[in-house]
């Protein structure tokens, strides 16, 4: 019986009969000229520059394209990335966060925003398609992308959107934010201010602003981790009461209460916010919302103001913390929308401001803290990295990419102002409400 032998792989053919140098070649009408980065294909041929002037990035399957195909944009480059179909490589220049910078720079220069290719180019994109054989049906969706189902902004639904996300695991989150467990912006004296000082800071802010001494009945809308029902607690003697539909995060609050001996300061209630609030003549003496209205949805925001000013006393203060957003994509865009935070809304802060003064709230200060959160979000990528082995144990590589590609781009949206963050305080006109003549916070 003869033996066989399997023929060597034949090397990459180089230049214009390689897969990056034809791919590079259709996509000149869509990117306005020469190819912006260093692209690598898998069959290890490599087209544009390559003196590190620009990103490399590389497809390192076919299926890249199909989703790209499928999803032109953000959510197919979203989905290619995560599942590690596409890789934007790093090195001593270049990381993701300067290589998203330079894409948008580069779609800026160029116009790209604008215009539709010809028709002409689209079909070349077919072709060549075809020819690579990524045409098909669309690939399923990432295992990591949500799939939320019911009516937009019932209960059922809001829970299982934010089930989504804040129930991801609880040692997840204890690896990327400061002990207090505070998953909002910061409040930084410095840049090189610590972030667990930042955030201490933050809650100490918002204590003041709304005003808690010894005693004060307090509601926490959405409390999180419950880092600010604790602080409230701990450090004014505030009677607290919190409020979440993360039933992973009322475990996690629930244990800190019990270690810290505040079972008669602090309870935490798993429930919706529209079921917050007190009856009559039991209002609360203040109410704070941190991070939070973003989840309520447009249609349900006089709802949300209607809760806050309904849950606190004639004369009560009432704070929010809360990200604002103009434009196209009041969600976030089609990454945040499909992978991190499904059905969230943000508007510009004016648009909030509105909602708050019809359901009869007196606005009496908005402090922008825009430039806290990039400094936030610097502090959490560092402590992602430091412990990106151990997330990866957690929940796996792609939801890591996921959180990669996530941290990254919210920084770059409130360092180039796509996205603010404001805490606005209020009062419940009706009562004295002891706001200072001059702002002492």
Same mark, same amino acid.
């Given at each position: 019986?003869?033996?066989?032998?399997?023929?060597?792989?034949?090397? @990459?053919?180089?230049?214009?009969?390689?897969?990056?140098?034809?791919?590079?070649?259709?996509?000149? @009408? !869509?990117?306005?000229?020469?190819? @912006? $980065?260093?692209?690598?294909?898998?069959?290890?041929?490599?087209?544009?520059?390559?003196?590190?002037?620009? +990103?490399?990035?590389?497809?390192?399957?076919?299926?890249?394209?199909? &989703?790209?195909?499928?999803?032109?944009?953000?959510?197919?480059?979203?989905?290619?990335?995560?599942?590690?179909?596409?890789?934007?490589?790093?090195?001593?220049?270049?990381?993701?966060?300067?290589?998203?910078?330079?894409? !948008?720079?580069?779609?800026?220069?160029?116009?790209?925003?604008?215009?539709? +290719?010809?028709?002409?180019?689209?079909?070349?994109?077919? &072709?060549?398609?075809?020819?690579?054989?990524?045409?098909?049906?669309?690939?399923?969706?990432?295992?990591?992308?949500?799939?939320?189902?019911?009516?937009?902004?019932?209960?059922?639904?809001?829970?299982?959107?934010?089930?989504?996300?804040?129930?991801?695991?609880?040692?997840?989150?204890?690896?990327?934010?400061?002990?207090?467990?505070?998953?909002?912006?910061?409040?930084?004296?410095?840049?090189?201010?610590?972030?667990?000082?930042?955030?201490?800071?933050?809650?100490?802010?918002?204590?003041?602003?709304?005003?808690?001494?010894?005693?004060?009945?307090?509601?926490?809308?959405?409390?999180?981790?419950?880092?600010?029902?604790?602080?409230?607690?701990?450090?004014?003697?505030?009677?607290?009461?919190?409020?979440?539909?993360?039933?992973?995060?009322?475990? !996690?609050?629930?244990?800190?209460?019990?270690?810290?001996?505040?079972?008669?300061?602090?309870?935490?209630?798993?429930?919706?916010? &529209?079921?917050?609030?007190?009856?009559?003549?039991?209002?609360?003496?203040?109410?704070?919302?941190?991070?939070?209205?973003?989840?309520?949805?447009?249609?349900?925001?006089?709802?949300?103001?209607?809760?806050?000013?309904?849950?606190?006393? +004639?004369?009560?203060?009432?704070?929010?913390?809360?990200?604002?957003?103009?434009?196209?994509?009041?969600?976030?865009?089609?990454?945040?929308?499909?992978?991190?935070? +499904?059905?969230?809304?943000?508007?510009?802060?004016?648009?909030?401001?509105?909602?708050?003064?019809?359901?009869?709230?007196?606005?009496?200060?908005?402090?922008?803290? &825009?430039?806290?959160?990039?400094?936030?979000?610097?502090?959490?990528?560092?402590?992602?990295?430091?412990?990106?082995?151990?997330?990866?144990?957690?929940?796996?590589?792609?939801?890591?990419? $996921?959180?990669?590609?996530?941290?990254?781009?919210?920084?770059?949206?409130?360092?180039?102002?796509?996205?603010? $963050?404001?805490?606005?305080?209020?009062?419940?006109?009706?009562?004295?409400?002891?706001?200072?003549?001059?702002?002492?916070?």
């Amino acid at each position: 019986m003869t033996a066989t032998t399997t023929p060597p792989v034949a090397p @990459p053919v180089p230049g214009q009969h390689g897969i990056a140098y034809r791919i590079s070649q259709v996509l000149r @009408p !869509f990117v306005g000229g020469d190819l @912006p $980065v260093h692209l690598v294909a898998w069959d290890g041929s490599d087209a544009g520059p390559t003196d590190g002037s620009v +990103p490399t990035i590389e497809l390192r399957s076919p299926d890249a394209l199909r &989703r790209l195909l499928w999803h032109p944009g953000e959510l197919g480059a979203a989905q290619a990335y995560v599942t590690g179909e596409l890789e934007v490589v790093e090195d001593e220049r270049w990381d993701l966060d300067k290589a998203l910078t330079h894409a !948008f720079a580069v779609a800026r220069e160029r116009g790209l925003s604008s215009g539709r +290719p010809d028709p002409r180019a689209l079909v070349s994109a077919a &072709r060549l398609a075809r020819e690579l054989g990524v045409l098909g049906k669309p690939l399923p969706n990432p295992a990591s992308q949500a799939e939320i189902n019911g009516r937009l902004h019932s209960k059922l639904r809001d829970r299982a959107s934010i089930s989504f996300h804040y129930d991801l695991s609880n040692e997840f989150y204890e690896a990327i934010l400061e002990p207090h467990m505070a998953y909002s912006s910061g409040y930084h004296s410095s840049p090189d201010q610590p972030l667990t000082e930042a955030q201490a800071a933050k809650l100490d802010l918002v204590c003041r602003k709304v005003g808690l001494t010894e005693g004060s009945r307090f509601l926490d809308v959405g409390c999180g981790w419950g880092s600010l029902s604790l602080y409230a607690a701990e450090h004014f003697g505030a009677r607290v009461t919190g409020v979440t539909i993360a039933a992973e995060q009322k475990k !996690f609050i629930d244990a800190r209460i019990r270690e810290r001996g505040l079972e008669d300061r602090v309870e935490i209630r798993l429930q919706d916010y &529209r079921d917050a609030v007190p009856p009559r003549g039991r209002e609360y003496d203040a109410v704070a919302s941190i991070e939070m209205g973003e989840h309520v949805g447009q249609g349900n925001y006089p709802t949300y103001a209607q809760v806050l000013h309904d849950s606190v006393r +004639p004369g009560g203060r009432v704070l929010i913390q809360q990200m604002s957003r103009a434009g196209k994509w009041p969600g976030g865009g089609p990454f945040i929308e499909s992978f991190i935070a +499904p059905d969230m809304h943000m508007r510009p802060v004016g648009q909030t401001v509105g909602f708050l003064e019809q359901a009869g709230l007196e606005v009496r200060d908005v402090h922008a803290m &825009r430039e806290h959160y990039v400094l936030t979000v610097a502090g959490w990528l560092e402590r992602f990295h430091e412990n990106r082995a151990r997330l990866v144990d957690l929940v796996g590589e792609e939801v890591v990419r $996921v959180w990669y590609l996530y941290l990254v781009g919210g920084s770059m949206a409130f360092r180039d102002g796509r996205m603010g $963050v404001d805490q606005i305080t209020m009062v419940r006109p009706g009562g004295a409400h002891t706001l200072p003549l001059v702002r002492d916070f």
